[in-house]
């Protein structure tokens, strides 16, 4: 269950946010933008990423950064340069970047305590709470027709555990898809259009280049990927130090070839939600 | 645990600091719960889980037990 509360923000808090849309966007995108440059520049000259994922134990400790580094055969030093990513934490930096670039620290610093509690952080949460301040919920789903061969592709790459019905890598995307033609419910979160970017195929609707920041979930959550103006900017938790690809950027486009959110051989994100801080 | 170290540590991920902004001394326990929290914040697929097994296909075939 969410522990998102209901109504968590006071009308002026609202129409506050309201008003400062455009800096929030401006700023939350630059930082993204930034940040990727800053991984290219490191990575460029270093071979190794600057940013390591916060899930990898063996890059949780400067020992362990540095063994993992002179295995490489880089600098030990390059260890003290090194910023822990996940796909959320990138997604809450931008917007926390946003935030206070307008003046509402206050406001984000709500809805971080509320992502922090039980160290959840759960990326459904956020784009709740993103909902509660205005933002738009769009649900994505490139070819709904295909939703079951979908979901026994998940079954078959990804077998639950042992004495578990379910893997969270799955999407369930013909039990979600019904779930909010039905409902409008996309597992807890109201969905407020789901045609805009649904049935597109490979062909993404021009508009949403026109969106100026959005945060994307995948798969009920498993997956966090901010963007801007039509590209996904993610950052992923498990790679190793000398992937090129800790973070990447790539145009949202879930089924073509380059396109975005990335997959791997067993993530195959194919369906979702994208919140948005107002229609396109 | 100290909950003030793993905090700061929460903080200085959001913030985008690098892991070497870690204030407490080598061996301390205050340096390990900082990391802790610095490390805390990421996708969680165990909570993630959870949810997922409201929607597992064998219990999903009635309505009700559509997306929780």
């Known amino acids: 269950m969410t522990k998102v509360p209901a109504q968590m923000f006071s009308g002026s808090e609202i129409q506050a946010h309201r008003g400062k849309v455009p800096t929030i966007a401006a700023k939350a995108a630059q930082y993204l933008d930034d940040v990727y440059a800053d991984h290219l520049a490191?990575?460029?000259?270093?071979?190794?990423?600057?940013?390591?994922?916060?899930?990898?134990?063996?890059?949780?400790?400067?020992?362990g950064r540095v063994a993992a580094l002179q295995s490489l055969g880089k600098p030990a030093s390059l260890a003290d340069q090194q910023v822990g990513t996940a796909c959320i934490l990138l997604a809450m930096q931008c917007l926390k970047q946003g935030f206070a670039a307008?003046?509402?620290?206050?406001?984000?610093?709500?809805?971080?305590?509320?992502?922090?509690?039980d160290n959840a952080f759960l990326g459904t949460d956020l784009q709740l709470m993103l909902q509660q301040l205005g933002w738009k919920i769009y649900y994505w789903n490139p070819n709904p027709s295909k939703n079951d061969a979908w979901d026994e592709d998940d079954q078959r790459l990804s077998p639950p555990k042992a004495g578990k019905a379910w893997n969270p890598v799955w999407g369930g995307h013909a039990l979600r898809y019904k779930s909010v033609i039905d409902r409008r419910v996309y597992y807890e979160t109201k969905v407020d259009n789901a045609s805009a970017l649904v049935n597109f195929g490979t062909a993404p609707p021009a508009a949403f280049k026109n969106v100026p920041i959005f945060i994307g979930?995948?798969?009920?959550?498993?997956?966090?990927?901010?963007?801007?103006?039509?590209?996904?900017?993610?950052?992923?938790?498990?790679r190793n130090?000398?992937?090129?690809?800790?973070?990447?950027?790539?145009?949202?486009?879930?089924?073509?070839?380059?396109?975005?959110?990335?997959?791997?051989?067993?993530?195959?994100?194919?369906?979702?939600l994208i919140a948005v801080p107002q229609d396109f | 645990m100290d909950s003030s170290a793993f905090d700061q540590g929460v903080a200085a991920a959001t913030d985008g600091l690098p892991?070497?902004?870690?204030?407490?001394?080598?061996?301390?326990a205050?340096?390990?719960?900082?990391?802790?929290?610095?490390?805390?914040?990421?996708?969680?697929?165990?909570?993630?889980?959870?949810?997922?097994?409201?929607?597992?296909?064998?219990?999903?075939?009635?309505?009700?037990?559509?997306?929780?």
Request: hydrophobic share 35%; net charge negative.
């Open chain 1, 42 to 63: 490191f990575y460029n000259r270093w071979g190794v990423s600057k940013y390591y994922g916060n899930r990898r134990k063996d890059y949780q400790t400067r020992a």
């Open chain 1, 102 to 117: 307008a003046g509402l620290s206050t406001i984000w610093d709500k809805i971080h305590a509320v992502l922090k509690v």
């Open chain 1, 217 to 238: 979930i995948a798969h009920a959550g498993y997956h966090v990927f901010p963007g801007r103006r039509g590209d996904v900017i993610e950052a992923h938790s498990m």
């Open chain 1, 241 to 272: 130090l000398d992937a090129r690809d800790n973070l990447e950027v790539a145009p949202f486009n879930p089924l073509a070839s380059g396109g975005a959110p990335r997959w791997t051989r067993t993530e195959k994100y194919r369906s979702g």
């Open chain 2, 19 to 28: 892991a070497s902004a870690n204030p407490y001394a080598d061996g301390t």
């Open chain 2, 30 to 68: 205050e340096h390990e719960h900082w990391i802790d929290g610095y490390h805390s914040v990421v996708d969680h697929p165990e909570d993630i889980e959870e949810r997922g097994d409201v929607l597992a296909p064998t219990k999903a075939a009635s309505p009700e037990n559509l997306s929780g």
